[in-house]
C-alpha cells in the first residue's frame, strides 16, 4: 500500500505547478464527511477507570486573550498543555471523525473555544490552511475562511521533496484566541490578521476585521516560479504571535526576527538574532515574553517604544545534527512555564537529550540552570513537542524516529517513552518520578484535571503492515496505562504532530493526517 502511495505522490509532484495548482483549487471542500468507519473503532484496550481529580492550576487569566485552557494551541500563554475538564475515563466511548476539508486529506491541527460555546479550528490541505468556525459537538462547519497557500508548499511540490512542507511552521498553525474571540496569527504573506466570526442573515462569516502588513519588516521575497530557492535573506516564514501583558502583540520568524506589533498605533519594531533558528511557539507572563532558538533560551522585554530587548540568554547543547523526529538542530519544545519561578525546555545533545530547568527571575543572582535529566535511550532521544507542565511536574514524551504521516511509523524506528520529572520543592534540583514505555511518536499532549489522566496517541502495528491507532491514557501519578481507545487504521488515522484538544465539555480531540477525532465517554461514571 505504501509504494502505492508513494508512486501516486511522485506522479502528483511530477505535475507542473501551474497545473497542479488548477487541480488544487478544484478540490470543493464538504461540510460534513465523514471519515470511514474502522472494525473495532471505539473499542477499547485495558478498561476504563473512574476520574481521581487533581488540584486546580491556577493561572493568571491574560488580559488580552481567550479563557485560560481554550485559547491556543497549548491551553494558554504559559504552555502548560493542561486542561480543567474532566476527559474520557473509556466508558462506553464513542468515537466521531470528519475529514478536514476537501477530498481525503485535511488534518486540523488544533481547537480554540469561544464564549459562545463555538469553536475555531485550523485544517489544512495542499491549496492551503483554512480556518473554520465549527460547532464541536457535531463538528457541523458554520464558516470558513481561508488564508494564502504557503510558499514552502510549492516548493516542495517543485523539489518534489515533501520534509520542505514538515520543516516549516509558519502559516497559522500557532494561532492565539484574543479577549474578544477573534484569531489572531499571521499569514503567509507577512500580513498580521485579526479574524472575527460574526452571524448574518445568511448565517456565519468569518471576516478580517484588521491587517497589519509586516513585509516591510520581515523579508518575503519566497518561493515563486522565478525563485525556487530562496535564502533566509529573501524569505522568513512567521511561525508565531501571541500578545504580552499590556496587549503589545509579539512575533517570531524563522530565521531569528523577533518583533512587536502596538495594535492601537500600528508601530512595528523588530530586531534579529541572526544565524538562530526559531521554529516553535513561545511563552508569555507578567514577567516577560520567553523565546527558545536552535541555539539559546531567552527571556525578553521591551524598550519604552516597544522594540524587544534581550534580559538573559541561556545556550544550551544543539548537538552536531538534525535528528530524525526533530524538525531543526535545536531544542524541539515550546518553552514552559513553571508558576511563578521556573522555565522548562529541552536540548538536542548527541547521544540523549536533557530536559533543562531554569530560574527565570530577571535579577536572579548565581546559576541559573536548576537540573539537567537526560531522557530516554541512548542513541533514540528526541522531543519536538511542548511538554505538560503542572505546577512542579513535567510530562514529556520521546518523539525519536518519526518523520510524518506518508512515512509510516515502525515500532522499530519509533522506540518511544514517556516520563515524568519533578523539580524538588525547595528548587534544589530534579526528580524523575515515572517512567512509561509507551510510544507517543507526534501528538502534542495534553493533561486532564477533571480526570487526573494525561492523554497521548499512539499505534499498533497489525499482522497486514499497516498501523492502528488509539487514544492513550497514562494515569498522571503513577505512569500506568489505564487505557487506550481505537480510533481508526492507516494513514488517514496517522496523528502527525497535531495537537490534542480537551473541550469544556470534556471531548477530546485529537487532529489527523485526514481530519479530526473527537471521542468521549458513552456514559459518565
Not at 492551503?128 to 464541536?136: E, S, T
Amino acid at each position: 500500500m505504501w509504494k502505492k502511495l508513494g508512486l501516486g505522490l511522485l506522479l502528483v509532484l511530477a505535475l507542473p505547478v501551474a497545473v497542479l495548482a488548477v487541480l488544487l483549487l478544484r478540490s470543493e471542500p464538504m461540510d460534513l464527511p465523514a471519515l470511514p468507519t474502522q472494525p473495532g473503532q471505539g473499542k477499547v484496550v485495558g478498561a476504563a477507570v473512574a476520574a481521581k481529580p487533581l488540584p486546580d492550576l491556577v493561572l493568571p487569566q491574560h488580559p488580552f486573550m481567550a479563557q485560560t485552557g481554550f485559547n491556543a494551541m497549548h491551553a494558554d500563554p504559559y504552555n502548560s498543555d493542561v486542561h480543567r475538564p474532566q476527559g474520557p475515563l473509556g466508558h462506553a466511548p464513542v468515537v466521531q471523525t470528519r475529514q478536514g476539508r476537501g477530498g481525503d486529506k485535511g488534518m486540523c491541527v488544533g481547537l480554540t473555544f469561544r464564549r459562545d460555546g463555538l469553536a475555531f479550528m485550523l485544517c489544512s490541505a495542499m491549496q492551503g490552511f483554512q480556518f473554520q468556525l465549527v460547532d464541536p459537538e457535531t463538528l457541523t462547519i458554520l464558516a470558513r475562511h481561508d488564508l494564502p497557500s504557503r510558499p514552502s508548499t510549492w516548493q516542495a511540490i517543485a523539489h518534489r521533496d515533501l520534509g520542505i512542507i514538515y520543516q516549516d511552521s509558519s502559516g497559522g498553525a500557532y494561532y492565539y484566541l484574543d479577549h474578544q474571540d477573534r484569531v489572531v496569527l499571521v499569514d503567509p504573506q507577512q500580513r498580521l490578521l485579526r479574524l472575527a466570526a460574526v452571524p448574518g442573515a445568511e448565517g456565519w462569516q468569518i471576516v478580517e476585521e484588521r491587517a497589519w502588513d509586516l513585509s516591510a519588516a520581515v523579508p518575503n521575497r519566497c518561493f515563486s516560479l522565478s525563485n525556487w530557492n530562496p535564502t533566509p535573506e529573501q524569505c522568513d516564514p512567521v511561525t508565531a504571535a501571541l500578545p504580552d501583558m499590556d496587549g503589545v502583540i509579539w512575533w517570531i520568524t524563522r530565521y531569528g526576527r523577533i518583533g512587536t506589533l502596538d495594535p492601537e498605533t500600528g508601530a512595528i519594531r523588530v530586531i534579529h538574532l541572526a544565524g538562530e533558528e526559531i521554529q516553535n511557539s513561545f511563552a508569555v507572563a507578567e514577567d516577560g515574553v520567553f523565546i527558545v532558538s536552535d541555539h539559546a533560551l531567552y527571556r525578553f522585554d521591551k524598550t519604552a517604544d516597544g522594540t524587544p530587548q534581550v534580559d538573559w540568554r541561556e545556550r544550551y547543547d544543539r548537538g552536531s545534527g538534525h535528528k530524525v523526529g526533530a524538525i531543526n538542530q535545536g531544542s524541539g519544545t515550546t518553552p514552559t512555564l513553571l508558576g511563578t519561578d521556573y522555565i522548562t525546555v529541552t536540548d538536542n545533545a548527541d547521544d540523549r537529550i536533557n530536559l533543562l530547568v531554569y530560574q527565570r527571575a530577571s535579577d536572579w543572582q548565581g546559576e541559573r540552570e536548576i537540573c539537567r535529566i537526560p531522557l530516554f535511550e541512548s542513541g533514540h532521544s528526541v522531543t519536538d513537542n511542548s511538554m505538560i507542565g503542572y505546577g512542579n511536574s513535567i510530562i514529556i514524551e520521546n518523539n525519536y524516529g518519526y518523520r510524518y504521516a506518508m512515512a509510516p511509523p515502525t515500532e522499530q524506528a519509533v522506540t518511544g517513552g514517556i516520563s515524568r520529572i519533578d523539580v524538588r520543592p525547595d528548587g534544589s534540583g530534579c526528580d524523575r518520578i515515572w517512567h512509561s514505555t509507551e510510544r507517543a511518536p507526534s501528538v502534542v499532549p495534553k493533561l486532564s484535571l477533571g480526570s487526573g489522566l494525561a492523554y497521548f496517541y499512539t499505534f499498533d502495528t497489525q499482522a497486514d503492515g499497516e498501523n492502528a491507532w488509539y487514544l492513550m491514557a497514562l494515569d498522571f501519578e503513577t505512569g500506568e496505562t489505564a487505557f487506550k481507545i481505537h480510533t481508526g487504521v492507516g494513514e488517514r488515522f496517522d496523528n502527525s504532530w497535531a495537537p490534542i484538544t480537551i473541550g469544556p465539555d470534556g471531548t477530546l480531540y485529537v487532529g489527523v493526517f485526514a481530519g479530526i477525532v473527537a471521542i468521549k465517554d458513552g456514559e459518565r461514571l
